[in-house]
């Protein structure tokens, strides 16, 4: 059945914004309300469900994806605000079936339980290793902590990123 | 025999986890799919007067407004209602039932729309009027009227006679505040429609607990209710019981005959159970050489007015510690909240929080070191029962840990110790938990390529249970683990109960050994007709499955490939399901243990404390995988620093509602204040748990490390704290 993209209140909506994202190396159309969040353009129109929604107000960090190479918390950005922007999800990390590094030193060292926060987790990972600014066990705890993981997998997440670190 | 029990396996579902595969119950997809928002009542106490969702209904996309006025209908007594882990007494909550308001962010009103924004946004314009009533919501308040409730356990002589007469006495009061368990998951279930029946993907910890209950609720028959959790974003007791959400969404469903997701918001998880908010007072007598000789513990928790949810915290002391006299008493308090429900380790990381902040102060009393307090009163029997341990290796739990710590270079003064602005503590405190067991039913094919499939309706809410019963399939089949398919969180498959209470690891892996065994005999029996088989007239515990051959143990060179026994009976696959139950071991007590060691630094002069270094050693029987139990035993460790130093769910009394409803206001532990946490897994051998010797790890974490905390902050600081959390606040406030 038709999906009604047509706005909650009429009186107040500005009309559907055109944009073009570039995700995980595909480029996507999108005619969008201006008030959707990219995690939620990523996960219900895009049907890209790796992206977790945690809290929905930039605290928890499970939301995190790669923007123009950057980590943002994705229900903190309006989608209509990153037109032509590329935009990379966890389910763009992996290359012909081959695991990112990151991901796969998540596996070696244990670094999740639930996974829940796993996706978040490993896209802020990358964007801190580009960002260069981490060089001890303690700045790598610093410069993840806007990432929760309940199950606390931190000792395994600071590990694993390491692992990545030294590895590239 | 054992490729894989006991080594690190890396977690089986792991890929599916890192790659963004894993599907949590609010990612699956319908055509037909409506999305729902849910309106919370305002008031704490009272009943609706009217509600108008005149606004709502005009957005375009809305679909419907559900409230207790127009929804399908629902059963109308209270055994509909419970669910297998509801409390024996009361009437559990019922969704969008009635008029009446029994706690602040109550749900009065479902909204259906094209999409979630536009849900959202008519949630925002449903207008509800309220006959408000007073309410109670202030813990402190009501500890007068406080509910006594029958004694947890049969007391041991006359405690307080022998108090009164202690050389040596201590006597206070320990507060622990509402928690609430936040797993990164929200709770989320999306209602599959199809030709009247539903498949719903809920968050829960327990599938079949959750199809009964709805089947229950909307008085369905079994077939027309199917619940899957393949995965779930953490649990920690949250999903135990059926949360309200659940409900709400089978209801859209039903009214609207099309497929409905209902993801919470953040703030509304906190609107559903937590951890009891409680006072403990526990007095302890000892002699002057530490042996003690009287210890009672009474503790008065919260629930809601409706249901009686309470578990035991002051049984623990009496197992515990070898005293001669002990008393237990419980009191519940009931305020205008949601019922209160398990957390992680419920009763134990309360009970065992207080009892070992009293040793310390004992030990302190005592002017004895804590560990050596503790080794006084070792008790090699439960004290409840006089019952040996199937096993019980606390002492080397205590003996490991302490040398991984360093705590013989310990100096017992407070304030002794510190490094530039930081004043450094060391404190310690023991872990206990229950190593429970439940039935469980496990179904395993085995087919003639070499390749198992074991189901069975369980959970992996990120324990580790796909890997560990991959594990114990492919030992027990001889299989490489790569060929083992494991289902599970699924109500159809065979039963098992909710996973929680550390048993499902216990349960599920004799479970496999079970049916495995099954599916030897059943090897064994096809292969008899086979013509000169070296198998002929072997008995079936005389024989392994390895290589995919049939092995005779003695002779290994009498082997018969699986595939051709197959062959020969003309099957491609052997299925077996098998029940496993555990015998009531009326001769042991069964009990996991650890020793916890904790370093804290606090800042002298802002009162900011760190814990810089936590040791736990564990004793908890067999370990099926060192890697997953490692992870599972560090976030409990963990959980407890939480515990320890940031949680509290703050009520604003005036309106009876939560304040710090947010994962940002609500502290839980983040990387940064995580440092060096390690785990030692002691040696423990036990050949009367059951058949594979293994406890569980679930609980076990957790339980202790507030303690060892709290006393390592006295040490650093010279200041007790007993109001958990110890804030900087409560540190730097003059007595
Ligand atoms: S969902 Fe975006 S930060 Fe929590
Ligand atoms: S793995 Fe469960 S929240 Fe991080």
Known sequence: ?168 | MTTYIGTATSRVDGRDKVTGAARYAGEYGAPDLAHGSVVNSTIAKGRIRRIDAGEAMKVDGVITVLTHENRPPMADNDEAYKDDVAPGDGSPYRPLYDGSIKFNGQPVALVLAEDLETATYAASLVKVEYEEQPHITDFEKQLGKAKALPAPAKPRGDAAKAFAVSDIRHDAEYYVPVEHHNPMELFASTAVWRDGKLTVYDKTQGVQNVQRYLCGVFQARPDEIRVMSPFMGGGFGSGLRPQYQVVLAVLGARALKRSVRLVLTRQQMYMVGYRPAMVQRIQLGAKTDGALNAITHNATTITSQYEDFHRNETTWSGLLYKSETASYAHKLVRLDLPAACDMRAPSAATGVYALEAAMDELAVALQMDPLELRLKCYSDSDQHTGLPFSSKSLRECYSQAAEAFGWSRRNPEPRSMREGNDLIGWGMATGIWEALQVPITVRITLTANGHAEVACATSDIGTGTYTIMAQAAADMLGVPIDNVTVKLGDSTLPPSPVEGGSWIAASVSNGIVTTSNAIRDELLRLAETMPNSPLMGIKTADVTLSDGSVTVKKTPRSTVPIADIMRHAGVDRIAQEKATKFGKDGKHAHNTHSAIFAEVKVDEQLGVIRVTRLVSAVAAGRILNLKTARSQVMGGMIWGIGMALHEETLIDHRFGRIMNANIAEYHVPVNADVHSVEVIFVDEQDDIVNPMGIKGLGEIGIVGVPAAIANAVYHATGKRVRDLPITLDKLTRDA
């Open chain 1, 1 to 168: 059945m038709a999906r009604s993209h047509t706005a909650p209140a009429a009186a107040l909506f500005p009309g559907l914004i055109s944009i073009e994202l570039t995700v995980n190396g595909a480029k996507v159309k999108l005619d969008i309300a201006p008030w959707t969040t990219l995690l939620d353009a990523l996960r219900d129109r895009m049907g890209l469900m790796g992206t977790k929604k945690g809290c929905d107000h930039g605290q928890c960090g499970a939301c995190t994806v790669l923007v123009d190479g950057r980590r943002v918390n994705s229900c903190l950005t309006l989608a209509v605000m990153k037109d032509g922007a590329e935009v990379i999800t966890v389910e763009g990390l992996a290359t012909d079936g081959v695991l990112h590094p990151v991901q796969q030193a998540f596996i070696d060292h244990d670094a999740f339980q639930c996974g829940y926060c796993t996706p978040g987790q490993i896209c802020s990972a990358i964007g801190l290793i580009a960002e260069g600014k981490a060089k001890t066990p303690d700045d790598i705890r610093e410069l993840m902590s806007g990432n929760i993981c309940r199950c606390a997998a931190y000792p395994n997440i600071v590990a694993a990123i390491q692992q990545a670190m030294d590895a590239s």
